[in-house]
């Protein structure tokens, strides 16, 4: 093993064990799905939001995971800078679209968002703030449920839930108003 090869083992046990950051989530970004019915923070007619600038450089073959515009709303987004990320869902007019800034050392998503859009009209987000993949408030699941209805399942994490393992799980009901903006109605959390 050659010197540089000792350096980035070293740094990496240092990063898993060093500070603790690899057991447990270091914010509360999902404190928002702690209430029982979430204040809304989508507003009518507001503009798809830009994709943050995120430092350092993204290694091109996460890049090359995502998925490339197809919709006219996916060029929406890809225009505000969001890489398209995973499938999209469509059903009863609506679109979900998910879209990172950036991705981790193992191409997941962060600083990550879904968009949803009605009749092609931007209805807002499903969380109040960007998302990082094994943190405490990410999306895992999206179900749409009929006309102007969906549901969104975000991971829960403990005190001393690993990053693997979230040992809960936030179910939350949105609707769409008669503006076509989308708007949290529930939310109710479960253990796994």
């Excluded at 509360?28 to 503009?47: H, I, M, T, V």
């Excluded at 007019?93 to 050392?105: F, K, N, P, S």
């Excluded at 102007?148 to 690993?162: I, N, Q």
């Excluded at 609707?175 to 959390?189: M, R």
Aim: charged content about 20%; hydrophobic content about 35%; overall charge neutral.
């Amino acid at each position: 093993m050659t010197s540089k090869d000792w350096a980035v083992t070293l740094m990496a046990i240092a990063a898993v064990f060093g500070d603790g950051s690899a057991v447990r989530p270091q914010n509360r970004a999902g404190s928002w799905l702690d209430e029982a019915k979430p204040a809304s923070w989508n507003k009518p007619g507001a503009a798809i939001p830009a994709a943050p600038t995120l430092q350092g450089s993204v290694d091109p073959r996460c890049r090359e995971t995502a998925r490339p515009p197809q919709l006219e709303e996916d060029m929406r987004l890809h225009e505000q800078g969001w890489d398209l990320v995973g499938t999209y869902q469509g059903g009863w007019q609506m679109l979900v679209i998910g879209g990172t800034a950036g991705y981790d050392g193992m191409c997941r998503p962060r600083q990550y968002q879904n968009f949803v859009f009605v009749d092609g009209v931007y209805a807002g987000t499903l969380s109040p703030r960007l998302m990082d993949s094994r943190m405490d408030g990410a999306l895992e699941r999206v179900f749409l449920q009929g006309a102007g209805r969906l549901t969104a399942d975000y991971a829960r994490y403990g005190e001393k839930d690993a990053l693997c393992c979230p040992s809960r799980t936030t179910h939350v009901v949105f609707s769409i108003a008669t503006d076509h903006v989308l708007q949290p109605v529930s939310t109710s959390t479960s253990t796994r």
